[in-house]
């Protein structure tokens, strides 16, 4: 029985040990691939909104206060518990709404938050010539009620003079 358990102790270090080496590498090549790609003449730059910031400083603050609330309830410290799960809540609560604000911050995510007036609006990257991407184009598109209904006035004059 105690030999078994050893046994078991060992291998359960053993595959600890191989998934944290893999997941070593894996980090380790998707840092490369990053900065390899970011020497492309292709590679779009793009700024990460502030909103993006500060969820990720909340959500480790809450894994902080998520500890702290397990460590007091291993010390039978219960109103200690509620005060520290209360402030995980508010700070997730935080978490979510700053990742809503950081992505309808950005054109590229805004379609998938929200509607303006039935309009959805998306940044659409442009490839030249040699299909490297350059330009990039604004465009809206219109979502009517009713999807058989006759296009509105100004699509028909355009449509009967060629535009």
Known sequence: MELEKKVKERTYKQMLLVSMISMTMMFAGLTSAYVISTKREDWVNFEIPQAFYISTI??????????????????????????????TLALG???????????????????????????????????????????????????????LATPSSKVQQQQQTGA
């Open 93 to 147: 609560l935080g978490f979510v709404f700053f990742q809503l604000e950081g992505f309808s911050s950005t054109d590229r995510f805004r379609p998938l938050l929200y509607r303006r007036k039935k309009q959805y609006r998306h940044l659409i990257p442009l490839r030249d010539h040699n299909g490297a991407y350059g330009t990039h184009v604004r465009r809206t598109y219109r979502i009517d009620r009713n999807p």
């Open 58 to 87: 909340l959500i480790l603050l809450g894994s902080l206060t998520f500890y702290l609330s397990k460590r007091a309830i291993s010390n039978d410290k219960h109103s200690q518990t509620t005060v520290w799960l209360s402030v």
